[in-house]
Every structure is written in structure tokens, then in C-alpha cells.
Antibody
């Protein structure tokens, strides 16, 4: 059974940084694209970004709202995807989900989702 | 205001059929970009229901189906069950914004 487990969430102040991790198991991680999606309290889903599998360049794309502040990376040897979040703003407060994409080089669809980790940005 | 527009809520009685629309534009759905549908129960992670407009992942009942017409897509749920009560989101890509988008979500209430 495919499993995705996010970790690293917590309470941070505006302007600070945080790194989330997404550990995957029971699938071939290194040929999978991985996505990040967030959901602010009581709000809808918002795509954050994704990273292609290494055979397709291992490059990442980002939503306009986080571009330049967030960075997605991957360590295929550990089956972990990361979301580095810098210059955090109050509006970044959300549950952050990681997901395994169906295809190795596109951000949609997300066929498996983690349980999410809460990031709270507050002074 | 989401670029992909969904009705905030729909409802139906058990056993009935409901449809949820997702309307875009010539920059996204109308441009030919595929649409996915996700189901999310309260406090849970989303689940993929339909991908590439009409395809169901294995394990998703055939009570769920997707269709597309022009710049709009629809999710149909037949034989409504209590467990279908959830939020439903469409997702696509916008070529003008160069962004992956979600619709605002639709809350389905089973009466």
C-alpha cells in the first residue's frame, strides 16, 4: 500500500523559515513526480508546486503565490521530498499535503495523498 | 473568486443522481487541458476520483463519472449514498497563468 507521511509542520513567526518532509513508501519513488498542495483553515485546496522525477530533469514548478519563496527538492536515496518555505507570511498558514503524481513529469493528477501537516504562521 | 468556478453546494437524496459543474475558460479547460476531480471528507486528505476528464482510478465505483463539453466539465454521482457527503474539487491547468488550479470546491449534502 502506497504511503506518504508529511512531517515538519509547526508554529513559526512571520519571516521565518520551515522545511517540510514527505516520506514515501511502497512505490518506486525515484520515477515519481511529487506535488505539494495546501489548504488554509476552512478554505479550498491550493496547488503549491511539484517536482519532476530525475529521468525527466528533476526540476520543479511553483504556484505564483509561492514562487521565489518556496523550494521543492527530493532525495531519492531516502524516498523523501522536501518543501523549503522561506519568508513565511501569515497567509501561508495551512495544512500542507504532499502527493504522488500519476505521471513522472506532470503535476496532475495526484493519485495518492499524505495525511497533511499543519503550518501556522503567527506572531 | 476561483478561475475554475464550481457551485458552492449541491444536495440530493439517497439513491438520486447529482451533478457538479466546473466552468473554466479558453485559457484552461477550453484550451484542452485535462481536468481531475477529488473528493475530500472533513478532516481527511483528498482522494482522486476522476482524471483526464473521464477516467476512474481503480477502486473508484462506477457511480462516479466525468464528462466534458467545451470549457466546462461535470462530475456525476448516481445512486447517492450517505458516504458521498463530502467536498468535491476540480483541478486543471491554466496556460495563460502557467499555474495548476483548483476550483473553489462544492459541498455535497446527502439529505
Amino acid at each position: 500500500e502506497v504511503q506518504l507521511v508529511e512531517s515538519g509542520g509547526g508554529l513559526v513567526q512571520p519571516g521565518q523559515s520551515l522545511r517540510l518532509s514527505c516520506s514515501g513508501s511502497s512505490f518506486t519513488f525515484d520515477v515519481s513526480a511529487m506535488s505539494w498542495v495546501r489548504q488554509a483553515p476552512g478554505k479550498g485546496l491550493e496547488w503549491v508546486g511539484f517536482i519532476r522525477s530525475k529521468p525527466y530533469g528533476g526540476t520543479a514548478d511553483y504556484a505564483a503565490s509561492v514562487r521565489g519563496r518556496f523550494t521543492i527538492s527530493r532525495d531519492d536515496s531516502k524516498s523523501i521530498a522536501y518543501l523549503q518555505m522561506n519568508s513565511l507570511k501569515i497567509e501561508d498558514t495551512a495544512v500542507y499535503y504532499c502527493g504522488k503524481d500519476l505521471r513522472p513529469d506532470t503535476a496532475m493528477p495526484i493519485e495518492y495523498w499524505g495525511q497533511g501537516t499543519l503550518v501556522t504562521v503567527s506572531s | 473568486q476561483s478561475v475554475l468556478t464550481q457551485p458552492p453546494s449541491v444536495s440530493g437524496a439517497p439513491g438520486q443522481r447529482v451533478t457538479i459543474s466546473c466552468t473554466g475558460s479558453t485559457s484552461n479547460i477550453g484550451a484542452g487541458y485535462d481536468v481531475q476531480w477529488y473528493q475530500q471528507h472533513p478532516g481527511k486528505a483528498p482522494k482522486l476520483l476522476i482524471y483526464d476528464n473521464i477516467n476512474r482510478p481503480s477502486g473508484v465505483p462506477d457511480r462516479f463519472s466525468g464528462s466534458k463539453s467545451g470549457a466546462s466539465v461535470s462530475l456525476a454521482i448516481t445512486g447517492l449514498q450517505a458516504d458521498d457527503e463530502a467536498d468535491y474539487y476540480c483541478q486543471s491547468y491554466d496556460g495563460t497563468l502557467s499555474d495548476v488550479l483548483f476550483g473553489g470546491g462544492t459541498k455535497l449534502t446527502v439529505l
